[in-house]
């Protein structure tokens, strides 16, 4: 690669680092593997750098191996992956609903297919419209269209799941005689 092309990619990295660790953070849930993602998506274009002509569409060629190493990543370790009855609770760090919020978004995100969590992060997050998202996933506008309407059912599907498993703890919790109320529990004499 040739010096300017480095620079180029230098400059490229320094500028969009933030927003591209955005979309890696929405990818994949833990932090810690957002930026590793992101690291590894950033050698692999490194390699390639000089092959985009158009640098306007890094971005569209960085979120799609992002995507695919993801999809590597979760393969590998769909293997070592154990089915459990019940889902760990999500963390809430700050106390803040809107992270609650955010945390309990995350999760449910998990139970989408590699495919169809792309395609929501692409189109919701990324705001990108059907036709950019259908580009950067390769696939048509129409298959966009029809798995983002499976998704966004199986994601209703899931909180309605768990709002109806949260009433039904609320209610064994007040035939115990005792209410527990967003982590604090409280005496329901």
């Not at 590998?76 to 309990?104: F, H, M, N, S």
């Not at 395609?119 to 919701?124: C, T």
Request: glycine residues 6%; charged residues 35%; negative net charge.
């Amino acid at each position: 690669m040739a010096h300017g092309e480095v620079l180029g990619f230098e400059e490229y990295v320094r500028t969009r680092q933030e927003a591209l660790l955005r979309s890696a953070r929405r990818l994949v849930p833990d932090p810690v593997d957002a930026q590793d993602l992101l690291q590894t998506a950033l050698a692999r274009t490194y390699g390639r750098w000089d092959g985009i002509e158009d640098k306007s569409l890094a971005d569209a060629y960085l979120r799609r191996v992002m995507i695919n190493t993801r999809t590597e990543w979760w393969r590998a370790r769909k293997l070592d992956e154990v089915p459990t009855e019940q889902l760990p609770d999500a963390r809430v760090e700050d106390g803040t609903e809107q992270r609650a919020d955010r945390a309990l978004l995350m999760d449910i995100l998990g139970v989408l297919a590699p495919k169809q969590r792309s395609v929501v992060v692409l189109r919701h997050w990324e705001q990108m419209s059907t036709e950019e998202t259908a580009a950067a996933l390769g696939m048509s506008a129409g298959t966009v269209k029809s798995t983002l309407h499976r998704a966004l059912a199986r994601l209703r599907q899931e909180l309605e799941s768990r709002d109806l498993d949260a009433r039904a703890l609320e209610r064994e919790d007040m035939r115990g005689g005792v209410r527990v109320e967003r982590g604090q529990e409280r005496c329901a004499a």
